[in-house]
T-cell receptor, first 113, second 114 residues
């Protein structure tokens, strides 16, 4: 069964600090991995997308890494801002089953002044 | 990125009535649309997948007669929650993609059944 597990479930950080979110998956055959940001009451917005051959990808203060061998990914937020408070969801796409998406439960990040 | 518009963003309805939610792709042809449901503090759960012009494929446990999905055009899909009950209150999100490209999500619809 394809699964995506994220940790921690939630975290609180002070404005200006960095944090790293983790994602482990068992999806196979792997197609790509995406990180989304979901503000409360809104739909998910894509931050990064990585295929098998990509190890890291950045989008502003967000940097995602991928280790396809260990099936792990991380999302690093640098110099956090209050607007970074949101749920961050790891989504993995399989190359089979019509590229079906497997969703992690998300990590809720709260940035405090 | 591509834009997917979902409407309404919030709706309150009485128990027993039906509610329609629209999902539109504004700048691409959505050959496939997905409908998700999200309960508080939980991740998105896929309800059904619809390909333009075909009947939707529902996930196990999702009642097709209760959640009617229509994908009659390449830019519009609708989800109708029929005979809504309080337990149907949830956050409903659509996503759309063209071919096997990246899927883009709508803004979501908060449904409250009273």
């Amino acid at each position: 069964k394809n699964q995506v597990e994220q940790s921690p479930q939630s975290l609180i950080i002070l404005e200006g600090k960095n944090c790293t979110l983790q994602c482990n998956y068992t999806v196979s055959p792997f197609s790509n991995l995406r990180w989304y940001k979901q503000d409360t009451g809104r739909g998910p917005v894509s931050l990064t997308i990585m295929t098998f051959s990509e190890n890291t990808k950045s989008n502003g203060r967000y940097t995602a890494t991928l280790d396809a061998d260990t099936k792990q990914s991380s999302l690093h937020i640098t110099a956090s801002q209050l607007s970074d408070s949101a749920s961050y969801i790891c989504v993995v796409s399989a190359m089979a089953d019509d590229y079906k998406l497997s969703f992690g439960a998300g990590t809720t990040v709260t940035v405090r002044a | 990125g591509a834009v997917v518009s979902q409407h309404p963003s919030r709706v309150i309805c009485k128990s027993g009535t039906s509610v329609k939610i629209e999902c539109r792709s504004l700048d691409f042809q959505a050959t496939t649309m997905f409908w998700y449901r999200q309960f508080p503090k939980q991740s998105l759960m896929l309800m059904a997948t619809s390909n333009e012009g075909s009947k939707a494929t529902y996930e196990q446990g999702v009642e097709k007669d209760k959640f009617l999905i229509n994908h009659a055009s390449l830019t519009l899909s609708t989800l109708t929650v029929t005979s809504a009950h309080p337990e149907d209150s949830s956050f409903y999100i659509c996503s759309a993609r063209e071919g096997h490209t990246e899927a883009f999500f709508g803004q979501g619809t908060r449904l409250t059944v009273v």
